[in-house]
């Protein structure tokens, strides 16, 4: 994958932040060019629908921030099926994202290439941190961003969903 990628991301305690960092490397060592951009300081009119699209958000009561939304909806409509993937991060479930997220975006003419969940510690309102645990739970979580990198790579990463029980949630 030569195409440059642009990696649109949000993240409200770092643990986003941290997967993108990852991701961005391995991207990067494959000889891809990986341009990082806040979702919450992007105009959609400096979008670029000739380079990959990368999503990255954290998951906040089974969905996402109203910020990530707002993002979402308003990018460009392509007719080039501009190539988009998404990645987020979560303490246990999302529900309403992966799902809904995939029929906005492919209703807007982008090909979706891929979604990934990636269990991270919560640091939101950690009531009782173990360090030790929070650092196996982050080592865990950024293998599983590399791995969700290379299979971008390879061109088998997947973008599934769970029809009936993303649609409720959403």
Known sequence: MKTPIDFYWFSGTGNTLLAVNRMAEIFRKSGSEVFLH??????SEEISLDNIIGLAFPVAYQSTYPVVWN????????GKETRIFMVDTLMA????????LRAILQ???YRTIGAKEISMPNNFL?????PDNNRKKVGK???AAEEYAHSILR???????IP???????
């Open 141 to 143: 979580g950024l293998l």
């Open 71 to 78: 993002f979402i909806n308003k990018l460009p409509k392509t």
């Open 38 to 43: 806040k979702i919450e300081k992007t105009k």
């Open 126 to 130: 950690p009531v009782k941190v173990n």
């Open 107 to 109: 209703k807007k003419g």
């Open 93 to 100: 479930f999302s529900g309403g994202v992966v799902g809904p």
């Open 164 to 170: 009936l029980l993303s649609d409720l949630i959403f």
């Open 155 to 161: 061109g088998t990463s997947r973008w599934g969903r």
